[in-house]
């Protein structure tokens, strides 16, 4: 066996082993960030809400920017928890 032979083969499974661990890291970056953007909006949600709540209204740019960020949450595999602060939010009087 020649040199290139044996480079060939030690070379070709080492490669596929760094990518598929390149992939895999990948994935996982992808999912973390994915998890605490989706735990922003939650947070965002709840406050936005909390905020009007205490005013006893919510102007068009509230309700705006609220369904904006209940998009995106749902988007990124957000459960049906805030379904139900949604319908309270858009319950609430428009000033």
Known sequence: MNLYQWLTLLGVPGLLISFAGFVRLQVKQNRAV????????????????QHCHRQGFADSDDRQNF????????????????????????DLPLK
């Open 34 to 49: 994915k998890d605490g953007l989706r735990a922003i909006l939650r947070d965002r949600l709840l406050q936005s809400f």
């Open 67 to 90: 369904e904006n960020m209940y998009i995106q949450y749902h988007s990124l595999g957000g459960n049906g928890v805030m379904d139900d602060l949604r319908q309270k939010f858009f």
